[in-house]
């Protein structure tokens, strides 16, 4: 996971300009990892931006929506292979409960550090190249 903001915004230091900025790295940041997800559609609909605004907003840590990301890629990959294949994900919205409950009981930052790495190497191996903007 790309660990570019591990912390809450802060906008009393900040010009408007600054802020507007901070908000529009946040909102494609999040979203071009969320596109980058195998389980996803790969598209970004409006409804989704608004969602990662409200995040941006909220102070949700970039930490936590990846944290989610990789919690959510290893819940669907753990699956039993005789189960049905999930659909998948359609917005951006369907990871607000995962980011809810990764900010009411924060993994160790350790074993999610680790699993994005595997996940990373096992889709660069299937691929025989490294992935560019992987979101994990």
Request: hydrophobic fraction near 35%; charge should be positive.
């Amino acid at each position: 996971m790309n660990q570019t903001d591990n912390h809450q915004p802060s906008f009393s230091d900040s010009t408007p300009e600054q802020r507007d900025q901070r908000r529009q790295d946040y909102v494609s940041g999040v979203l071009s990892q969320y596109c980058s997800l195998s389980s996803t559609s790969g598209m970004v609909r409006r409804r989704d931006r608004r969602t990662a605004v409200d995040l941006f907003e909220a102070g949700v840590p970039v930490a936590a929506v990846e944290a989610a990301f990789t919690v959510e890629t290893v819940r669907r990959s753990l699956r039993s292979p005789y189960a049905p294949p999930l659909r998948l994900i359609q917005s951006f919205r369907y990871f607000v409960p995962i980011i809810n409950q990764v900010l009411t009981n924060p993994p160790d930052q350790a074993p999610i550090h680790y699993l994005a790495f595997k996940i990373n190497s096992l889709a660069d191996h299937r691929l025989g190249f490294p992935l560019q903007d992987s979101a994990l």
